[in-house]
């Protein structure tokens, strides 16, 4: 099962860096787009109801990126699910585009919701989840969230108003790659536990490697019958999958030249 994961998570893998290339000086947020690889892989390819035939269907799962700058993620899986064209790549960050670099709510191409400040993301989800609920409608509402977009309170107002009103069909997945645009997550914030936190707040909560398919696939498909929203604390490297990448901030948002691009390729071949 996981097979197939792997092989779209590494064709988005190499989308990203081509895709971010491409955008030259404009320069992308590549280091949380590569975090997050694996998670967006196993939700689009195995768990969510989610295609190029009914993304637009009221019953389609929801999937709504709250890390918006890690938008390449999002873009590039699009685009391997053939709901974007990989030719529209190519217009990332170019005048008149419909690929910025945070995602601008466009049904047409399957982009659910606009974000820019980070911290909304889960509000517009607990919505979003009380939407589908009072229409009857099954369906399950995932959103990626950073851990550095931990520290917004409005994350936490969120969380408190989907544990009161029992949405069990919310997910919350947190990308804990532990870093975020000015530094290392717990020096700008500290967390301590953020699972210990996720549960306080009155959510089933999980904690799993945000880089492993199988752990992911028990964790995303595993029936929550508590009655609470689900949160999933990922547990990821920044940068993934590309030696000079990870762990290294400098990528949070940096210009990948044509040198450093044909390293990259050469890596993930």
Known sequence: MSKEVEIFAK??????LKTAHEAGSSSAHIGGAL???????TLFTKVMNYNNKNY????????ILSKGHACLVYYCAL???GIIPY???KTFEKSESDLLGHPVKNK???IEFSNGSLG?????????????????????IYVLVGDGECNEGSVWEAAMSAAHFKLDNLIVIIDRNNFQQTGKSDDIMIYNDLKKMWDSFGFFTKEVDGHSINQLLDALKKNNTSGKPTAII???VKGKGISFTENDNNWHHAVLTKKMYEKAKQELE
């Open 11 to 16: 064709k988005i893998r190499r989308s990203i």
């Open 35 to 41: 975090s997050s690889v694996e998670i967006v892989s």
């Open 56 to 63: 637009n269907s009221p019953e389609r799962d929801r999937f």
């Open 79 to 81: 685009a391997e699910l």
């Open 87 to 89: 030719e529209q790549l």
């Open 108 to 110: 047409k191409i399957g």
């Open 120 to 140: 909304m993301g889960l509000s517009l989800s607990v919505g979003v989840s009380i939407a589908c609920r009072k229409k009857n409608l099954t369906n399950k």
């Open 234 to 236: 990922a547990n990821t």
